[in-house]
């Protein structure tokens, strides 16, 4: 069973950076070769869970947060398959657990059901 894991999260000040990462566990030649399309949602307490960028699988990047333009990059490194999410000048409304998932289309999606794996999630905490 491929798993999907984040890491990177924790507490930062606001103006401050974080980069979080997504890495596919027991990964199968099928996951590595059509799963591709990863995106980033993140889910504040007691908000639905929303999507914030996303790579298709030939790296079109887009963007679904207005709010994190200009400081949220995301990017992948296909030598081992890991997705990072660089964030920078955080504020307290970035604050959430941050997900990442993967689908099978080449085209990314701001829908949660249009994703077929799911990480269990990174906290990122943005307080003074």
């Known amino acids: 069973q491929v798993k999907l894991v984040e890491s990177g999260g924790g507490l930062v000040q606001p103006g401050g950076s974080l980069r979080l990462s997504c890495a596919a566990l027991?990964?199968?030649?099928?996951?590595?070769?059509?799963?591709?399309?990863i995106a980033w949602f993140r889910q504040a307490p007691g908000k639905a869970r929303e999507a914030v960028l996303c790579?298709?699988?030939?790296?079109?990047?887009?963007t679904y947060a207005d709010s994190v333009k200009g400081r949220f990059i995301i990017s992948r490194d296909d030598t081992d398959n890991t997705v990072y999410l660089q964030m920078s000048t955080l504020g307290p409304e970035d604050t959430g657990v941050y997900f990442c998932?993967?689908?099978?289309?080449?085209?990314?999606?701001?829908?949660?059901?249009?994703?077929?794996?799911w990480g269990t999630g990174a906290q990122v905490t943005v307080a003074s």
């Open positions: 027991e990964s199968t030649p099928e996951f590595d070769a059509h799963y591709k399309t």
């Open positions: 790579i298709g699988r030939y790296g079109r990047r887009t």
């Open positions: 998932a993967a689908r099978r289309w080449y085209e990314c999606s701001e829908y949660v059901s249009e994703y077929e794996y």
